[in-house]
């Protein structure tokens, strides 16, 4: 009889999720924002050490301009979860975004300056939503 050897899943790394939609990144909302900057900032930011992808409207208008900051598998093996971040308006918070997936993100460093400021719950539904 054989045995199978358990595959170990390649590591994923930390994934920032930019809203972008109906109220988030936008100059009516949010005017003298440059949006498609801080974007910029972040992927070049962040590098090889995660992923940063923008989505369509997440449905948590309230807060915005919303980042969540999801771990990486290390991460979550730690125990972290994904970080919601509200009110991403001002330049030294997306600096502050980049430094601490560059550090590990949720699980493995503790969110730097003002960051856990911005943080905010979600509901359930919400939080399926970007997951499935």
């Given at each position: 009889m054989s045995r199978r050897t358990r595959r170990e899943a390649p590591a994923a790394p930390c994934t920032v999720t930019v809203c972008r939609g109906c109220c988030c990144g936008t100059e009516t909302k949010h005017p003298g924002v440059d949006h498609l900057g801080q974007f910029g900032r972040l992927k070049e930011g962040v590098g090889e050490a995660g992923r940063v992808r923008a989505v369509p409207c997440l449905d948590v208008c309230a807060h915005s301009n919303?980042?969540?900051v999801n771990p990486s598998?290390?991460?979550?093996?730690?125990?972290?979860?994904?970080?919601?971040?509200?009110?991403?308006?001002?330049?030294?918070?997306?600096e502050e975004i980049v430094d601490w997936v560059r550090a590990g993100g949720p699980g493995i460093a503790e969110p730097p300056g003002t960051l856990d400021l911005q943080e905010f719950a979600v509901s359930r539904r919400v939080r399926e939503s970007l997951e499935g």
């Amino acid at each position: 009889m054989s045995r199978r050897t358990r595959r170990e899943a390649p590591a994923a790394p930390c994934t920032v999720t930019v809203c972008r939609g109906c109220c988030c990144g936008t100059e009516t909302k949010h005017p003298g924002v440059d949006h498609l900057g801080q974007f910029g900032r972040l992927k070049e930011g962040v590098g090889e050490a995660g992923r940063v992808r923008a989505v369509p409207c997440l449905d948590v208008c309230a807060h915005s301009n919303v980042v969540v900051v999801n771990p990486s598998s290390e991460g979550r093996r730690a125990g972290g979860r994904p970080v919601w971040l509200g009110w991403v308006v001002q330049d030294d918070m997306v600096e502050e975004i980049v430094d601490w997936v560059r550090a590990g993100g949720p699980g493995i460093a503790e969110p730097p300056g003002t960051l856990d400021l911005q943080e905010f719950a979600v509901s359930r539904r919400v939080r399926e939503s970007l997951e499935g």
